[in-house]
């Protein structure tokens, strides 16, 4: 039980993998994996039911650079965090990017 949460993380982007054909598909996929484990830690300091609250802090990671610092320490680390940095600029430029090709207002 102790490594779930990457367990999960590893999940999550194998299905990405699975799925994606395009590097922007897997791009926007980590993005979204990293969205997703922030939106639930943050829901689950507001809801009331112990159980839910529980099985979210077993199982659900708190972000991707949560679980890169559990698990790394020294250079290895850096330099995962930093990829993870450029993986998210792109994302970043992607988002960007689409939303100013529609720019219908």
Known sequence: MAYIDLVVLIVAIVIVVIYSKRFQTY???FGMIDILFRILNIING???VKEIRTF??????SSVPGVINN???GIFNTVLI???V???AIFLYYIVRIFVKRKKI
């Open 27 to 29: 791009i926007f996929g």
């Open 46 to 48: 507001f809801i009331p």
């Open 56 to 61: 979210i802090d077993t199982y659900i990671p």
């Open 71 to 73: 698990y790394t320490k």
């Open 82 to 84: 930093w990829v993870y």
């Open 86 to 88: 450029v993986i998210m």
